[in-house]
């Protein structure tokens, strides 16, 4: 449950204590952690430098966009990889390619970069003006005048209209409606659309909108420095001797919309980049693939491959430069700066390092960004992924962890919201010992509820809501006939709570509650006839049986995640002071009198036999307060919410203090029905062998019933292990006797994970998979998780759980949700993905390799803090075993033929080398070693990576096994790399050996030699890049119209471009940059090159042919299988 403080009793007034109220201007100044301010005084406030109310969040201007965004792109270690190759380029004695090889590539990829930032940039640009240019009415010389956003200052007076967004973060000071209450919504801050209100304090509500009361309002504020936690605010404000304390529930935040509220005034405390609104706008950890983390490696590899024949190749060129370059210089004379064979091979080194970039293509980054880009399209355009009763569609909120999808082998959910609709029902309920809810038939068994049965009239109820079903009678019979306890139960339920009443058609009550819960909860008590109906600061009236009673308002104690509780305390008609106090049974239950025990004992047995059922409970309990006792802990609670230094804790002391010795009234059980085909996909998952971990708040024993019902967990399962050790000594002894069972040599000193244990228990390590003796779930709560996860004791945890089929964590904090995760993806070389609707799921979300937020009940600060986004849990088998896999297929089908195309054209200097002497002469010509990545091979690849599919969505989804691959990354690895390599090099040795053997010592028809360097470096050129265009024809498994246009398309235009730039025009015109003059011409219409081509083919072309057809029969995969046997269902 989640709740927000709405009231505290009026404002306290206490003497100005000079030490922290009257420091001097000096003494403001010197204090950072705390901002003073003075309403109306303009001078005073100036002298803090506080910014204005603009806020920014482009990255660039006109003048600083060139140098900042290529800074940035340099910094990027592939371009400022090509950067220092484009400096060695320029020097003459080591230059071995023209400038331009490098030049055009790096510019385009800088170029694309740059405009899709300036893109990006510039929207930002237009949202900030379109912001900052609204217009709001300001305070200034004892009239409202209209000034820009961008303008306002702190200590200005502005006002606030009906359905008027607030502009800056402003304290209340006093407004239309009664009580000076506001009525806000906050779905820009949390997503929730449910309304809010606040109140002013007491002193400025009496402004009441008078202008010269308001321009002679010189109140002074001490509050909190900026910060980005939305639900706290401290401070106190001094106006006319008296001070006042301030909490959030006085503060109007940027970001909200004033509602069902004709207008407000406010003094702005915090402006533009001070707001709470754009302090929570920071950025977001940037998230990276395994695959990024490999190409790191195999990059690096490149560098060390590269040096390595550079080095060789250098040694070669001194060899040949002392044995016979040394007595040829007649001929071949050696540069000026050449001394010795020695500094001749350096300078080469060199020169080859520059040839052998191209091993390793700037182009590679792009296509990677490009092709993520792409798929995470095809999630978003995804109609089977949208969700028509909330029109929402899935959204990929970031590009660079789609084939990551692909690989995932946990995944940790929420409970609430996420695998249930989060759609609250009050279903039973237990009042002094007596189940309410249950339904029996004549002879007194227990019935299930069906279509048929009869539903509770509640028509004696003219205000009951007509849409509430119930079906025990004898629960109303209880009410009509005054049972005591029953009427307390539901008197508690009609005044503890947050929920705002709103009349939107007259005689028609409409609750707005903070989470379903309490919508749940209090309309209950309205169809049992005690109906809540309004609220002011002071007073809650209450509909009892058809008697209108006013009950005061004392205290309210707020709910939070240390105390799960919360209690109103209020003065009756009978002027008897009571408090009411629902919350967590497990609380509850520590702050009951010693009387209750026999009571505790029958409600337990009732709260179990409903968390049997997945029913959310709440303990409800009141107690009657001493007038005397009341006043002496009013006071108290006064001065410590009156304090600026750990408000919190004090008041959280203070609330003990009262919250005791209650008497147990009952419990609630409340419905929380599962989404539709959550069982479904939870099966599938598993299919997959996908492990699910449901991390929740909630009672083991619901949390258990859901896992039963969601498919976690199975009947057939051999045993459930259960955590319950309040102990270090007892959790370990737990875990042990689990692992036990489970693989009994685990305990065995001989088992290589307990020596990683012992021997490195400060070296991160990675614990193997291991296979258990059967199937196992584990169950874990929150305490007993406290005690888990420190020490070593965490790595036995780990080693049980990953050996369970399904794992149920309950009672967690948000932080030990955060820990769960972080504790797997530490020493488990696996994908993780946190699924989440809730604000409590942030920190899960955050930690895993990929993190989904479901826009629920909830909110939206899970989606707003996710990578992917949708409406509904179903949706998840979609996303993982269509899109992933799909996007980790064809990323790997991607980087394998793109590592391969390379070495197959750069390793071909490799061999020229030894027939030119090692002089970094080219095989290509230039403008051919320009554009091979940049446009000869860059869009066939891209169809590829965009549209290929090894089989269609309904056999992904039909056969769950064929995620495998992905979840042991099989597609591209080490193995796979090197694989290419070894391919990249046959292909380069035939590539330069058969083209030269049909032109050596050959001739034309005329008699003429055609063994010259720039036919033989066209006809390579050309075998080489039918070569490539033949192998990604083999890869490709799903053949569309733009496959077969960008596949023949670029080889067709790779002719065109040879007539083009090898015209004599452009030859004659600049001949020092186009030298292949008539070769175009004389080469293809000869023979040998047609005969290279089809050598160079065949011969390329055998070992993958040969791999594929060998695979499955000596090396088969059990996905092979799978895909074999689709083939076969789909030509049956």
């Not at 969505?953 to 591209?972: A, I, K, M, V």
Request: aromatic residues 12%; glycine residues 6%.
């Amino acid at each position: 449950m989640k709740y927000i403080k709405l009231y505290i009793s009026e404002g306290s007034k206490r003497n100005v204590l000079p030490e922290d109220l009257r420091q001097t201007e000096q003494e403001c100044l010197q204090d950072n952690r705390t901002r003073y301010l003075q309403a109306n005084n303009k001078k005073f406030n100036t002298t803090f430098g506080y910014p204005n109310n603009a806020i920014k969040t482009s990255k660039y201007s006109i003048f600083n966009f060139l140098p900042l965004n290529l800074f940035e792109q340099f910094q990027r270690l592939a371009n400022a990889y090509f950067l220092i190759l484009l400096i060695l380029q320029l020097i003459p004695q080591i230059s071995s390619l023209a400038c331009y090889t490098t030049v055009i590539p790096l510019i385009v990829v800088l170029a694309i970069t740059a405009v899709k930032d300036a893109v990006d940039d510039l929207k930002r640009h237009q949202n900030d003006n379109q912001v900052n240019n609204h217009t709001v009415l300001v305070l200034k010389n004892g009239r409202m005048e209209e000034e820009k956003w961008m303008n306002i200052q702190v200590g200005d007076i502005i006002k606030l209209e009906n359905n008027q967004p607030v502009t800056a973060d402003i304290l209340l000071l006093c407004s239309s409606e009664p009580y000076s209450l506001t009525y806000i919504e906050t779905a820009e801050l949390d997503g929730e659309t449910n309304l809010k209100v606040k109140q002013a304090v007491s002193a400025t509500s009496k402004l009441e909108g008078n202008l010269n009361l308001l321009s002679a309002f010189d109140g002074k504020v001490k509050c909190d420095s900026p910060n980005d936690k939305l639900d706290k605010f401290t401070g106190v404000l001094t106006y006319k001797g008296n001070t006042y304390f301030l909490d959030h529930d006085k503060l109007l935040l940027r970001g909200c919309v004033i509602r069902n509220t004709d207008w407000c005034y406010g003094l702005v405390i915090y402006t533009g980049p001070d707001t709470k609104l754009m302090q929570n706008s920071g950025k977001s950890s940037f998230k990276r693939t395994h695959i990024d983390h490999l190409m790191n490696v195999l990059v690096l590899w490149i560098f060390l491959f590269l040096g390595s024949i550079c080095f060789i190749l250098a040694i070669g060129h001194s060899i040949w430069e002392k044995k016979k370059g040394y007595y040829f210089q007649n001929f071949l004379p050696w540069k000026e700066y050449i001394s010795s064979p020695l500094v001749s091979g350096i300078f080469i080194f060199w020169s080859y390092f520059i040839i052998f970039n191209t091993m390793v293509p700037i182009s590679l980054y792009v296509s990677v960004e490009i092709i993520r880009w792409g798929n995470s399209c095809y999630i978003n355009w995804d109609q089977k992924m949208f969700y028509a009763p909330k029109n929402a569609p899935a959204q990929a909120r970031t590009t660079t962890l789609n084939e990551e999808l692909g690989q995932v082998k946990y995944v940790f959910s929420d409970k609430t919201g996420t695998l249930t609709q989060n759609i609250m029902i009050f279903n039973k309920c237990s009042i002094n010992g007596t189940l309410y809810g249950a339904i029996y038939d004549e002879n007194g068994q227990r019935v299930e509820v069906s279509e048929k049965t009869e539903k509770v009239n509640f028509s004696y109820n003219q205000l009951a809501d007509p849409e509430f079903t119930f079906y025990d009678k004898t629960l109303v019979e209880a009410v009509k006939k005054g049972d005591r306890w029953v009427h307390l139960f539901f008197l508690s339920l009609s005044l503890c709570h947050t929920v705002i009443p709103e009349e939107k058609v007259e005689g028609k009550l409409v609750y707005q509650a903070q989470s379903p819960d309490e919508g749940a909860l209090v309309t209950a008590a309205r169809n049992f006839g005690f109906v809540f109906c309004s609220r002011t600061p002071k007073t809650i009236t209450v509909v009892e049986m058809g008697k209108t009673k006013v009950y005061q308002l004392l205290a309210f104690l707020d709910f939070n995640n240390e105390r799960k509780r919360m209690s109103v305390i209020v003065r009756s008609p009978e002027d008897q002071i009571m408090l009411f106090c629902k919350g967590a049974d497990t609380m509850i239950c520590e702050l009951l009198h010693p009387s209750c025990t026999s009571l505790i004992d029958v409600t337990m047995e009732h709260l179990v036999d409903f968390a049997t059922e997945g029913l959310r409970t709440l303990a409800v309990a009141y107690r009657e307060l001493d007038e005397s006792f009341f006043h002496a802990w009013s006071k108290k609670h006064n001065e410590a919410c009156s304090s600026l230094e750990n408000r919190e804790d004090k008041i959280s002391s203070v609330c003990e203090e009262i919250e005791k010795d209650l008497m147990l009234l009952g419990a609630t059980a409340v419905e929380d029905k599962l989404q539709d085909g959550v069982p479904q996909t939870i099966k599938i998952l598993n299919k997959a062998k996908i492990k699910i971990w449901v991390l929740t708040g909630d009672k083991q024993e619901t949390a258990v019933n859901i896992a039963y019902a969601c498919n976690i967990f199975k009947d057939e399962m051999d045993e459930l292990f259960v955590l319950e050790g309040r102990d270090t000594e007892t959790v370990q002894q737990e875990l042990r006797s689990a692992m036990k069972k489970m693989k009994p040599e685990s305990l065995l000193g001989s088992e290589p994970i307990n020596n990683d244990f012992t021997m490195r228990p400060k070296m991160p390590f990675r614990i193997p998979e291991e296979v258990p003796s059967g199937n196992y779930g584990l169950i874990i709560n929150g305490y007993s998780l406290a005690y888990a996860l420190e020490g070593n004791l965490e790595l036995e945890l780990l080693q049980t759980a990953c050996m369970c089929e399904g794992v149920i964590c309950c009672r967690m904090t948000p932080l030990q949700k955060a820990q769960v995760v972080e504790l797997v993806k530490r020493y488990k070389k696996v994908v993780t993905l946190a699924i989440g609707d809730g604000a409590n799921d942030i920190g899960m979300i955050k930690a895993a390799h990929i993190g989904v937020g479901l826009s629920g009940k909830e909110g939206m600060q899970a989606m707003l803090n996710s990578d992917f986004a949708f409406s509904q849990f179903r949706y998840l088998q979609r996303l993982l075993l269509v899109h992933g896999r799909w996007s980790y297929n064809r990323m790997c089908k991607f980087l394998s033929y793109f590592f391969y195309k390379n070495f197959a054209f750069t390793l071909v200097h490799f061999w020229y080398s030894f027939y030119n002497g090692f002089s970094a002469q080219t095989v290509y010509d230039t403008w051919f070693i320009t554009f091979y990545n940049l446009v000869y091979t860059s869009l066939p690849i891209l169809a590829l990576s965009l549209f290929d599919q090894d089989v269609n969505e309904t056999w992904s989804l039909h056969f769950p096994e064929l995620y495998d691959p992905g979840q042991h990354n099989l597609y591209f690895n080490k193995k796979k790399f090197v694989m290419c390599l070894v391919h990249g090099i046959y292909s380069s040795f035939v590539l330069f050996f058969i083209p030269m053997g049909t032109v050596l010592n050959a001739v034309r028809s005329d008699g003429k030699e055609m063994s010259d360097y720039q036919s033989f470096s066209l006809i390579v050129q050309t075998s080489l890049l039918w070569v490539v265009t033949m192998q990604i024809a083999l890869e490709t498994t799903y053949w569309t119209i733009i496959n077969h246009f960008f596949i023949w398309g670029s080889l067709g235009f790779y002719f065109c471009m040879l007539f083009f730039l090898y015209s004599d025009g452009l030859c004659l015109m600049v001949p020092s940059v186009f030298e292949f003059l008539g070769v175009t011409k004389n080469t293809v219409s000869m023979p040998q090159l047609w005969l290279s081509v089809v050598l160079s083919v065949v011969l390329c072309m055998l070992p993958p042919i040969g791999y594929q057809f060998l695979k499955p029969l000596f090396w088969p995969l059990h996905v092979d299988k799978v895909i074999d046997r689709i083939h076969r269902m789909k030509h049956a």
